[in-house]
């Protein structure tokens, strides 16, 4: 059974940074993509950053030049680093994983809450 498990999440002032990881477990091959994406209530989930397989990102419009995805193998953990945040950055963030026979996972969510 994969299981992320999400943390790093809370509450900083706009301008400030924060940092989200997801450790994956259950699995011991096959992902094709992991990423986060994030939500805000009556609307819909969006997606904040991928990271393929390879070495290949992709990040939404609104977060480019501020957050970064990486990814550490070794510990199957994927990270967010978000800097120069904005409270419209504030919503709750979620891991997400693809493997490569399409079967998608996703983490429980954790808050991000950026004030003014």
């Known amino acids: 059974q994969v299981q992320l498990d999400e943390s790093g999440g809370g509450l900083v002032q706009a301008g400030g940074s924060l940092r989200l990881s997801c450790a994956a477990s259950?699995?011991?091959?096959?992902?094709?993509?992991v990423g986060w994406y994030r939500q805000t209530p009556g609307k819909q989930r969006e997606l904040v950053a991928t990271?393929?397989?390879?070495?290949?990102?992709n990040y939404a419009d609104s977060v480019k030049g501020r957050f970064t995805i990486s990814r550490d193998g070794a510990k199957n953990t994927v990270y967010l680093q978000m800097n120069a945040l904005k409270p419209e950055d504030t919503a709750v963030y979620y891991c997400?994983?693809?493997?490569?026979?399409?079967?998608?996972?996703w983490g429980q969510g954790t808050q991000v809450t950026v004030s003014p």
């Open positions: 997400y994983l693809q493997r490569v026979t399409g079967a998608e996972y």
């Open positions: 259950g699995f011991s091959f096959g992902i094709y993509r």
């Open positions: 990271i393929f397989s390879g070495t290949g990102t």
